[in-house]
């Protein structure tokens, strides 16, 4: 009697449980990917396409939470899955180039996003993105024409200024780069990283006071001391203070910098 009770009351039990839709697991992931919660994002949408496999939303947006953590092989798997579904999403296309990018698959990278602007000429983004791109492969001019384009269109993106101003640095056309990084700032950017650059592309132009204005702003946010330090002694130095840009090196070799050392034993007593 015992078990035929428990026995009926286990199918009563299983009967009335609720079973979840794919859609109510897409909401739930959906929920928590709004919350920055990707873990739980991506549990929820891989059970939402285990009901619906061909379901190319949950594919897009389980791929941005895998991106937004950091697995982005895993990125790039479900947005081939995603475009072997529909080959004219453009998103799909971005996205993945964007994910290889961090894999360091740079070529691979540029064939996406490419074929994102075949199919949607105006992805604005794309260029930027491609732009950034050039830039890690050493293709200064081409890069330089991506973020000019994206500019044209976008045109207070400090990222974008700074960006563009390092690629006119590395390709020799330091006015530009000045100009560049100058309207970063000007734009409100707070990546102290421009005025360091700022300062080095003013020592290649010979203004020296600018470049030591430039250095004294890192040093006082205390970022990258000592690199900061070693090109402020050699604006001073430069500038004919003689004891000042000794003094910097000085300062730049305890915090551990080479060529600082190297100026120092060389042009100093």
């Known amino acids: 009697m015992t078990r035929h009770l428990i026995s009926c009351f286990t199918v009563f039990f299983i009967f009335n449980v609720h079973a979840q839709t794919a859609d109510e ?18 549990n929820a949408f891989t059970q939402s396409l285990k009901l619906e496999p061909n379901d190319e939303d949950a594919y897009y947006n389980r791929s941005q939470a895998y991106f937004y953590s950091g697995d982005f092989l895993s990125c790039v798997e479900d947005l081939t899955a995603l475009i072997k579904l529909d080959p004219e ?12 990018f961090h894999l360091t698959h740079f070529q691979s990278a540029l064939v996406d996003y490419d074929q994102c602007l075949k199919i ?7 260029h930027y993105q491609k732009g ?31 960006n563009r101003g390092l690629a006119y640095s590395l390709d020799q056309h ?5 100009a560049d990084f100058s309207t970063s700032i000007k734009l409100g950017t707070d990546n102290v990283n421009v005025w360091f650059n700022r300062g080095t592309v003013r020592m ?10 430039d250095m004294n702003y890192v040093i006082e946010q205390g970022k990258n001391e000592a690199d900061a330090l070693q090109y402020r002694g050699m604006a001073r130095f430069a500038n004919g203070d003689k004891p000042g840009g000794c003094d910097d090196w000085k300062l730049a ?14 042009l100093c007593d």
């Open 25 to 42: 697991f897409y909401q739930e992931g959906a929920t928590h990917f709004e919350a920055s919660e990707f873990e739980q994002a991506i």
């Open 89 to 100: 999403d453009s998103e799909a296309y971005f996205l993945r180039g964007w994910a290889k």
């Open 120 to 126: 949607d000429p105006e992805y604005i983004d794309a």
């Open 132 to 162: 950034s791109t050039l830039l890690a492969m050493d293709y200064f001019k081409q890069a330089i024409q991506e973020f000019s384009v994206y500019l044209a269109e976008i045109d207070d993106d400090f990222d974008a200024y700074y």
């Open 174 to 178: 330091y006015e530009k780069a000045e």
């Open 204 to 213: 290649e132009l010979k203004n020296f006071q600018g470049a030591i204005a």
């Open 253 to 266: 070799v305890e915090k551990g910098s080479f060529e600082a050392q190297q100026q120092l034993m060389s």
